[in-house]
């Protein structure tokens, strides 16, 4: 069974940093692409960042662009996501997720199999 388990949020005052990790189980993880999604109260899960395994790249939304920075370490089968400059806006559960297919997007409905989620929260 596919198991995806976030860590690493909290509260951090505006401008700080956080990094996010997501641990894989159950998976062939070099196979197919991981991403991060955020959702805030009320609005709809949005895309972050995602990575290809297979050195196919990474691609980011534009609002996250040069603060945050997607990375993988394959040997522990972990996903990362380091969040600098955070803003109040960026405060959301974030969640971590693997494609569906081998192709990098940025589409919520493309990653099959999703985290729980863990809390960031930015104050001003």
């Known amino acids: 069974q596919v198991q995806l388990v976030e860590s690493g949020g909290g509260l951090v005052q505006a401008g700080g940093s956080l990094r996010l990790s997501c641990a894989a189980s159950g998976v062939t993880f070099r196979d197919y692409p991981m991403g991060w999604f955020r959702q805030a109260p009320g609005k709809e899960r949005e895309f972050v960042a995602a990575?290809?395994?297979?050195?196919?790249?990474?691609i980011y939304a534009a609002s996250v662009v040069a603060r945050f920075t997607i990375s993988m370490d394959n040997a522990k089968s972990t996903v990362y996501l380091q969040m600098n400059s955070l803003k109040p806006e960026d405060t959301a559960v974030y969640y971590c997720a693997i494609s569906r297919r081998p192709g990098i997007s940025r589409e919520v409905g493309e990653f099959a199999v999703w985290g729980q989620g863990t809390q960031v929260t930015v104050s001003s």
């Open positions: 990575t290809s395994r297979s050195g196919g790249g990474t």
